[in-house]
């Protein structure tokens, strides 16, 4: 008998090139697909989300952890991307522990270089003008850069020996201590990690050195007023006006009201002595005694009542005298002068709720 030749199944080499070419361009693709992720994860959460996010690391996180929180907390996209980043770069144990600051609108890189040198990247912290001692505390608490009452504690017992333009007075001492008035409204950039109260409070006072105390040296002296007398009235402004075109005007009708030793009537000013500045003022606030009752007691409050900005500083300075000894915002939005208290009358008829 004859054996039986097995038959021998010959793969053509064409189909096998075929094969390893799909199998090359799926593999090309899933790269170029991973690649793209990877990139898309690295970017912003959400580029136009600048509000930080207090983030705390604690120690002994691991990397991982740390994407996950990050995650969680809506600034990053992807906690395996933030991993495989931290991993590339050789940051798996560089990572701080700490309390940070951080955006939505920050890259991955931006993040892992915050956490890698312990501090978050510059906070913008914006002081508006009429805001006062307590406003800013809140927003420096809400910010995440102080425990709540900490500002407004150090308004009270810092030293502050080294600002000579600050008014002494016990009366001063009730609500935002000799610094009311004197803190300079403006953006500036902190370092949340490293943020003080007591700097920051430092900063504010030698900005409004810079800008008003040397800056407006000449126009203090030419007015033939204090400069807390300045301060004081450009408080009162800040809280009575709307408009940059108002505040001249309405300063001149305090200064004249001022120096005719009328009472100035500004009703903000037994807002803040009560700490009331929405609510509705009642007939027993108007009779509160308190030299900030300025229905009851004649000239300027103690002290400033909110941190003026520029504008109302400078038409403290230049105020523009007119024909008008009243003036009201009425329910129509607009300003509305008098020159008799009959005409006042009639505008309040007419304009007021």
Same mark, same amino acid.
């Given at each position: 008998m004859h054996a039986r030749k097995l038959s021998t199944f010959h793969f053509p080499l064409s189909v096998y090139h075929h094969c390893v070419k799909k199998l090359l361009i799926i593999l090309a693709i899933i790269l170029i697909g991973a690649v793209a992720w990877y990139q898309f994860s690295l970017r912003p959460a959400d580029s136009s989300d600048t509000v !930080?996010?207090? $983030? *705390?690391?604690?120690?002994?996180?691991? $990397?991982?952890?740390?994407? &996950?929180?990050?995650?969680?907390?809506?600034?990053?996209? &992807?906690?395996?991307?933030?991993? @495989?980043?931290?991993?590339?770069?050789?940051?798996?144990?560089? @990572?701080?522990?700490?309390?940070?600051?951080?955006?939505?609108?920050? =890259?991955?890189?931006?993040?892992?270089?915050?956490? !890698?040198?312990?501090?978050?990247? *510059? $906070?913008?912290? =914006?002081?508006?003008?009429?805001?006062?001692?307590?406003?800013?505390?809140?927003?420096?608490?809400?910010?995440?850069?102080?425990?709540?009452?900490? %500002?407004?504690?150090?308004?009270? =017992?810092?030293?502050?020996?080294?600002? *000579? %333009?600050?008014?002494?007075?016990?009366?001063?001492?009730? !609500?935002?201590? !000799? $610094? *009311?008035? #004197?803190? %300079?409204?403006?953006? #500036? &950039?902190?370092?949340?990690?490293?943020?003080?109260?007591?700097d920051f409070l430092k900063r504010l006072l030698e900005t409004f050195r810079k800008r008003v105390v040397t800056g407006l040296a000449p126009d203090v002296a030419a007015s033939k007023r204090s400069l807390h007398e300045i301060v004081t009235m450009a408080s009162l402004i800040e809280e009575e006006t709307k408009t940059v075109d108002e505040r001249p005007v309405v300063a001149g009708i305090l200064w004249k009201r001022f120096e005719a030793k009328q009472g100035l009537g500004v009703d903000a000013t037994i807002r803040y002595v009560l700490d009331k500045p929405t609510e509705a003022i009642t007939a027993k606030d108007l009779d509160v005694d308190s030299p900030y009752n300025l229905r009851k007691y004649r000239g300027l409050p103690p002290g400033p009542i909110a941190n003026a900005g520029l504008a109302s500083i400078t038409a403290a300075l230049h105020p523009i005298d007119s024909k008008y000894w009243y003036y009201l915002h009425g329910k129509d939005a607009m300003i509305h002068y008098a020159e008799t208290n009959d005409e006042h009358n009639r505008n309040k008829a007419l304009y007021l709720p």
């Open positions: !930080r996010r207090a $983030v *705390e690391i604690r120690s002994g996180l691991s $990397v991982r952890d740390i994407g &996950s929180l990050l995650q969680q907390k809506s600034i990053i996209r &992807s906690p395996l991307a933030f991993s @495989l980043y931290a991993r590339f770069h050789g940051s798996q144990n560089a @990572l701080q522990a700490g309390d940070f600051s951080l955006q939505p609108s920050m =890259t991955v890189p931006q993040i892992m270089d915050a956490l !890698r040198k312990g501090y978050s990247e *510059e $906070v913008s912290v =914006t002081i508006p003008e009429g805001f006062t001692v307590k406003d800013i505390d809140t927003l420096l608490t809400k910010k995440g850069l102080i425990k709540e009452g900490e %500002f407004a504690l150090c308004a009270q =017992t810092c030293d502050l020996s080294g600002f *000579e %333009f600050l008014p002494i007075g016990a009366a001063l001492a009730k !609500r935002g201590g !000799r $610094v *009311e008035g #004197y803190l %300079f409204p403006d953006t #500036y &950039s902190v370092f949340s990690q490293k943020f003080r109260a007591e």
